[in-house]
């Protein structure tokens, strides 16, 4: 046989090297190999109509697969050179002929089969490395961290570093211990303990046998994954205190009742509400930089500024609307005012004019000049410093209007503060808020910081209900 049926040889059993079953291998004149795919012979399809040549015009890597029985019937019509032995699926006639002429000559052989590789051969490991490598390591650990006495710290963050090389922290959980669960992988975890706080005034149970040992500034501490851990600090914390003014400005008050918050990676570590010179005081704070955020307390809330607050957005005195007594067109600030004052349960008097169209005395809330004056109008009476619910009026000669007036509202913080705790020591801290006012403007009531801006605060003038 030449090189070329060598060649369709070698691609032959490449092909049919991963199949199973029974393959025939139709050769042609005894020369070239031929591989014939079922459709090429199979069947009465139209792809005969040109004759038997269509058999030799198939390309050698065309293979035909058949069943070993239709295999084994194809071969013993051969073999006794009975076409009607052959079987249905196939074109007898020109097939027979072919096979009979000698153009083509067939056979069944099996699948070869390729022995497998052989296995790899074990290096032998020692018997507890393997049972190591076999068993997964569990996948959660629990921390809880407790004095020599049993006192707990309920401020305390732990930062891990878990097996995987991923860090996590965080805070106490309400059981008082911090957990992490469905890890990455397990293993041997490193702990730090971030901050500690304040111990708790109660003793309770003594730790377990085999806690660990931990002192401040001592190094991280190395435990495994599945486990509950119990971490005893042997050395008291040092700790420092924190004193937190809170005041307002302009006009620099104190803020008496505000809420003060110190924040700590993001997390309130305490909390409390300044005296009535606007003074919190923090005791035994784990020495470290904080956060401290301010506002206005709920115990100081004004019943006049809790209802102008409520009318921010609105464009109820808006001066293209007519409210009574005031026509559209008309500013309407001064009306605003007499409103909320009496939501508040707060009595403003009335002011009376000669009015030309009415040809008689008609009412009117007081005016802008008539707040910003130096007497007192009425229960109104004059103050140099202001709080929520006074009132805060500008005097000027408008074609239409004597000023504007509004309502003192709650000071807000602009910025957090950040206040710098040092071991042994006091520290000291100021959080000043920014005044706001709540008014009626020509469109709609305005919560903002008119009558406190540079070119405004000289002019300004509050009264207050007594």
């Known amino acids: 046989m030449d090189k070329v049926a060598e060649r369709n040889r070698t691609v032959f059993w490449n092909d049919i090297r991963e199949r199973r079953g029974s393959v025939l291998r139709l050769t042609c004149g005894g020369c070239m190999e031929k591989l014939l795919r079922q ?22 890597h065309d293979v035909l697969h058949v ?9 013993d019509a051969i073999d006794t050179q009975d076409r009607s032995a052959f ?16 153009a083509l000559t067939a056979l069944v052989e099996e699948h070869p089969v390729r022995p497998l590789d052989p296995m790899p051969v074990p290096v032998p490991k020692d018997e507890k490395d393997e049972d190591e490598a076999l068993t997964p390591r569990p996948t959660w650990i629990a921390l809880e961290v407790r004095g020599t006495q049993g006192e707990r710290f309920p401020q305390a963050r732990v930062r891990v570093r878990l097996p995987s090389g991923e860090t996590r922290s965080g805070g106490l959980r309400e059981d008082q211990t911090w957990q992490a669960h469905d890890l990455a992988t397990g293993g041997v975890c490193e702990v730090e303990i971030e901050e ?44 420092g205190d924190l004193e937190v003014v809170v005041y307002a400005t302009p006009f620099d008050s104190p803020a008496p009742g505000a809420l003060v918050m110190l924040q700590r990676h993001g997390a309130v570590v305490a909390s409390g509400h300044a005296n009535e010179d606007g003074l919190a005081t923090f005791s035994d704070l784990s020495p470290g930089f904080y956060e401290v955020f301010a506002s206005w307390g709920d115990d100081a809330k004004d019943p006049m500024v809790e209802a102008a607050l409520q009318e921010v957005g609105s464009e109820l005195w808006a001066k293209r609307r007519a409210r009574d007594p005031y026509p559209a067109g008309a500013n309407k600030c001064n009306l605003f005012v007499y409103e909320m004052a009496l939501r508040a349960g707060r009595n403003v008097p009335r002011m009376t004019r000669f009015s ?22 009425g229960p109104w009476v004059k103050v140099n410093t202001p709080r929520p619910g006074d009132t805060i009026a500008i005097p000027h000669d408008y074609s239409n209007a004597t000023g504007h007036v509004g309502i003192v509202a709650y000071p807000e913080q602009a910025t957090s503060q ?7 020591e006091g520290s000291s801290c ?30 300004a003038v509050f009264k207050r209900y007594e």
């Open 39 to 60: 459709s090429c012979f199979m069947g009465r399809a139209p792809v005969y109509s040109t004759g038997l040549h269509k058999f030799m015009l198939v390309s050698y």
């Open 67 to 75: 069943k070993p029985a239709l295999a084994k019937e194809i071969i």
């Open 87 to 102: 079987p249905d699926a196939i074109d007898r006639e020109r097939f027979v002929e072919a096979l009979l002429s000698g």
């Open 196 to 239: 500690l706080g304040s111990p708790s005034a109660e003793c309770g149970e003594a730790p377990p046998e085999g806690a660990l040992e931990w002192s401040p500034g001592g190094p991280a501490l190395e435990v495994s994954t599945g486990q509950s851990h119990t971490i005893v600090v042997t050395a008291p914390a040092a700790v």
């Open 356 to 377: 030309l169209s009415q040809f008689s005395e008609v009412w009117h809330p007081p005016l802008a000049r008539d707040w910003a004056s130096d007497g007192a109008l």
């Open 418 to 424: 950040q206040a710098e705790v040092r071991a042994g």
């Open 430 to 459: 100021e959080v000043p808020l920014l005044r706001r006012t709540i008014s009626a403007g020509a469109y709609l009531v305005l919560y903002n910081d008119w009558g406190y801006r540079s070119d405004q605060v000289e002019d």
